[in-house]
């Protein structure tokens, strides 16, 4: 079987920064092997052209330019914000305010993302909505660990069910 337009693909696979040998961003075994539903745009649309046709026991080993990937990092995203805006019955959770903290944030139209507290100034907060990887290029080396026939009910949510499922990645 190969990996197809609406199978489930199980992978495991490293990422690394700035080469195939760089730092290490996420290590993926087959204890938490990745699995999706391919071609449903679950992952980066490079990512799963780099995988297509592989079969179970194929390796593979490719970069995504930033482009392809999570972009070019922003200087426009990242914002200061009125301290104000993260009171909660006039009071700032302890703890929530500090650098490098990734914070649940929602704007006006309900729409949720998260940001990463860059700097606390007396009124205000400098949160950067950068994908933490905007402007890396990705590094990935892995192997597909299993492909099988998505279920209806797979296929009708547009996502796998189960053990092991990623959303957003």
Known sequence: MRIEKNKVVSLVYDLKSESHEGEMIESVDKDNAMQFLYGNGMMLPAF?????????????????????????????????????????????????????????????????????????????????????????????TGEVFEIRDATAEELSHGHVHGHGHHHNH
């Open 48 to 140: 799963e052209e780099n995988i297509k046709g592989l079969s179970k026991g194929d390796k593979f080993q490719f970069k995504l330019a930033f482009d392809e990937a999570y972009g070019e990092f922003s200087e426009d995203s990242v914002v200061e914000i009125p301290k104000s805006a993260f009171e909660v019955e006039g009071v700032i959770e302890d703890g929530l305010l500090e650098e490098d903290n990734v914070i649940p944030l929602q704007d006006e139209h309900g729409n949720r993302f998260n940001g990463r507290v860059e700097k606390v100034l007396e009124e205000f907060v400098v949160i950067d909505f950068n994908h933490p990887l905007a402007g890396e290029d990705l590094y990935f």
